[in-house]
């Protein structure tokens, strides 16, 4: 990657590709902009502390199921600036290898209280997607322009650092003197693969001394600096077709599986699974085909895995309804041919974005939105753009970290008081 023409085409690619794929769910409203991040001249107080966190977090590596070096990174930072902070550790997967390492959430909470009040929850993960890719940034002495790149550099270390700056600032201006701990910071694992960090902590917050009661909790992940009225949820399913096997020179003694699954797939694509006005259409990634054993061999079993965007709700069983349409539409192609084995997943998560100053949006990709039980309210922000997110190219401007720390006081502003 060339970093030197890099700001120019992640800023085009980025306006370019929302145009397309992305819908508003409602009119845009007028975003509020702040010296601190716009000018040139007159940096943030905070700018080397937010360098400083950002960078360090992008050096350690953190792939999914990898996450305890990062962990332990944020528990002494965070505790060597006053906060409360402890590791949650969380049990393995039932299909976990015995090599596994051990897996932690990190929490933590402004101190010296040891038995806190939280009413915000402010959350991100600390994994990350394959492979490494290590920090790099286009100016030693930084400035709002300034492109740092890396694995998470974006998904999701700029929201963690700007997060923690943001806290930290308030706490050092007395906005939020006398009720900081009812801000609660909870960086989770396993986001990027199957959620569990932040569902074993939901399941387990009960255990807590006392139970933290959030009335809000806002969530990072990159939106380009816009606040997420809400995004598709998502359902994916294992689909074997079962066919008979014989000689390829006579195809009517056989059944092909690999065909009968091609042209159930088909079906599925050209089919409208649910679609509604605020999320568009639900659609379907074969991410995976798998079949037969030779060419020359009439192929009696072949696979394929799917994952589904899913646009339509209700957020509980969504998924469902949507998994169970697209195995009508395959049994309408061959009723004996198939099975399935499908994790229903979720519908349409709807989040606030009723914040003045901020633009809204929303997007296509899953987070741990649902995976947060309870009766809170939902913000959905961050910096950084999801059309590098995951790619070789994962880069964000020092001046998009920085506008994300002044909107994530306002968040956590607006959150303590409504």
């Known amino acids: 990657m060339k970093l030197s023409s890099f700001p120019a085409v992640l800023l085009c690619s980025s306006l370019a590709l929302g145009s397309e794929l992305q819908k508003p769910l409602k009119t845009a409203s007028t975003a509020t902009t702040s010296a601190a991040y716009e000018s040139h001249d007159a940096p943030p107080p905070y700018r080397d502390n937010l360098v400083s966190l950002h960078k360090s ?123 900081g701990d009812s801000v609660m910071l909870l960086y989770v694992i396993g986001e990027e693969t199957s959620g569990d960090g932040m569902r074993y902590f939901s399941d387990a917050r009960g255990k807590l001394d006392p139970p933290p009661d959030f009335k809000a909790a806002i969530f990072g992940e990159p939106t380009e600096g816009r606040l997420v009225c809400g995004h598709k949820g998502i359902t994916g399913c294992n689909i074997t077709a079962k066919g008979r096997a014989g000689h390829s020179g006579y195809p009517s003694l ?10 159930g797939l088909v079906r599925v694509l050209d089919t409208d699974l649910g679609s509604s006005e605020d999320f568009g259409n639900t659609t379907v990634n074969v991410g995976v085909i798998e079949g037969g054993v030779a060419a020359n061999v009439i192929p009696e079993r072949a696979t394929a895995r799917v994952a589904v965007r899913v646009a339509i709700g209700p957020e509980l069983d969504g998924g469902k309804i949507v998994a169970e349409r697209l195995q009508e539409v395959l049994r309408s192609v061959d009723e004996e041919a198939f099975e399935f084995d499908c994790k229903f997943g979720y519908g349409v998560v709807k989040c606030n974005c009723d914040v003045q100053g901020f633009e809204t949006t929303t997007v296509n990709y899953g987070t741990d939105v649902h995976n947060l039980e309870g009766n809170h309210t939902r913000y959905l922000y961050g910096p950084g753009s999801i059309f590098v997110a995951h790619g070789p190219d994962e880069a964000i401007r020092l001046g998009d970290l920085e506008r994300a720390v002044e909107d994530y006081k306002k968040l956590i502003l607006h959150a303590l008081e409504s």
């Open 254 to 263: 056989g059944k092909s599986a690999t065909e009968v699954l091609l042209r």
């Open 57 to 179: 977090l992008v050096d350690i590596p953190s792939i999914s199921d990898d996450e305890s070096d990062v962990g332990k990174f944020l528990v002494d930072y965070l505790a060597a600036r006053g906060f409360v902070a402890q590791l949650q550790y969380v049990p393995p997967a039932s299909n976990a290898s015995e090599s596994s390492r051990p897996h932690f959430n990190v929490l933590a909470w402004p101190g010296p209280t040891r038995h806190p009040s939280p009413k915000v929850l402010v959350t991100s993960h600390i994994d990350t997607v394959p492979p490494f890719i290590p920090y790099t940034r286009t100016d030693e002495d930084p400035n709002s322009d300034t492109v740092i790149a890396g694995r998470g550099s974006v998904d999701a270390k700029a929201s963690v650092a700007a997060q923690i700056i943001a806290l930290q600032d308030l706490l050092e201006q007395g906005r939020i003197a006398g009720v």
